[in-house]
Each structure stands twice: as C-alpha cells, then as structure tokens.
T-cell receptor, first 112, second 114 residues
Framework: KQEVTQIPAALSVPEGENLVLNCSFTDSAIYNLQWFRQDPGKGLTSLLL???SQREQTSGRLNASLDKSSGRSTLYIAASQPGDSATYLCAALEDSNYQLIWGAGTKLIIKP | DVKVTQSSRYLVKRTGEKVFLECVQDMDHENMFWYRQDPGLGLRLIYFSYDVKMKEKGDIPEGYSVSREKKERFSLILESASTNQTSMYLC?????????????FGPGTRLTVT
C-alpha cells in the first residue's frame, strides 16, 4: 500500500533563506504528485502538480521536482518570506484508482 | 476559477446529533470527495463519488454516510455524532475529463462534537 512521508514535520528558518521540503513515497506507480499549502484553520491551496512523466515544475519562487525511481519529490522555496509560513502537504495520485495519498505535512515557520 | 464552497466554517454539535455537512462546486465536475484532517494523521478519505447518486467508500467510512442527488452537491452525514468525529472536514472536486485529475478544495469545516 502506498505510503507518503514528509520530513521534517516542522522547520523554522530565518527570512531570506532558500529551503527544501522533502516528500517520499513507497510505490512508484503514481500518476502525478501535488504540493499544497495550508494556512492555519484554512483549506488547501494547490501550489504545483508534477505529472509522472515530468521532472520538475516551477511557479515563481517555488520549484518542485519528482524522481519516481527513488520515490522522492522536493519543494524548493527561494528567498523565503514570512508570508511563506504555513503547512506544506504533498500528495501522490495513485495510478490504479486516481486517489490521492497524503503526507502528514511540514509546518514551516519563516522568522522575520 | 473553480470554486468549492462548504456550508459552514465552524460547527459545534452535541453527541448523538445528526449532522449534515454540505459541499457545492460550480465547475460541473464529476468527481467529489470528502476528507477529514487530524493533527499528525494527514488527510484521510471518507467517501467519494464519481457521478450523481453514486458513492464509494474511502479509507474511513465508518460512522459516516453521503448523498449526491445533484452533480454540484455532495453531502456528508454523521448519523449520530460522536466526540471522535471532532475534526476538520475538507471537500474536494475534480474533473474526470482533465488529464491530471487535479483536485480543488473547499475552505473546510471545523466540526466540534461535545
């Protein structure tokens, strides 16, 4: 059964730093992988979606990569800002039934 | 823009009450989903629906039921609310015809059962 893991569970860095959030999955049979952002008490905002045939996607200061063979995805945030503080979730869409399997999230705090 | 709305942002109910959580999407999506989110456990799929009047159990359907009488509306029902159903509930929809099956989420309903 597919399992998605996000490490670390929490991360605190000073403003301006570049940082990487990690997401790993146990079964490479995924259709795509999505990264979401969640602000406290709010719903989910989709950030980036990488198809299984792609290696990376970029949006502004965000870059997500996907390596199916190693079961890993990373979300790179450049020049972090306090407004980036949120919980970041990754989810793998299974090939077999098109359902999302979720990581538990990384809580990111950017210190001014 | 796809819009998914949920009937309440916050809800407080008593143990044993019947609770209805409503979700509406405005993009004519075929697929709709109900998740619950708890600290440290991530999102877990409760029920989903691929079409009107169609429903499928997710990973944790016990204690819940759903209704989809119209394409745009997907309701989650707690027949007899219990304290262990206190959680954040998230609704999502996706288009079967899209190539990436991207799910779009509502703002969530934080339910407290006392």
């Amino acid at each position: 059964k597919q399992e998605v893991t996000q490490i670390p569970a929490a991360l605190s860095v000073p403003e301006g730093e570049n940082l990487v959030l990690n997401c790993s999955f146990t079964d490479s049979a995924i259709y795509n992988l999505q990264w979401f952002r969640q602000d406290p008490g709010k719903g989910l905002t989709s950030l980036l979606l990488i198809q299984s045939s792609q290696r990376e996607q970029t949006s502004g200061r965000l870059n997500a990569s996907l390596d199916k063979s190693s079961g890993r995805s990373t979300l790179y945030i450049a020049a972090s800002q306090p407004g980036d503080s949120a919980t970041y979730l990754c989810a793998a869409l299974e090939d077999s039934n098109y359902q999302l399997i979720w990581g538990a999230g990384t809580k990111l705090i950017i210190k001014p | 823009d796809v819009k998914v709305t949920q009937s309440s942002r916050y809800l407080v109910k008593r143990t044993g009450e019947k609770v209805f959580l409503e979700c509406v999407q405005d993009m004519d999506h075929e697929n709709m989903f109900w998740y619950r989110q708890d600290p440290g456990l991530g999102l877990r799929l409760i029920y989903f629906s691929y079409d009107v009047k169609m429903k499928e159990k997710g990973d944790i359907p016990e204690g819940y039921s759903v209704s989809r009488e119209k394409k745009e509306r997907f309701s989650l029902i707690l027949e007899s609310a219990s304290t262990n159903q206190t959680s954040m509930y998230l609704c999502a929809s996706s288009d079967s015809g899209s190539f990436n099956y991207e799910q779009y989420f509502g703002p969530g309903t934080r339910l407290t059962v006392t």
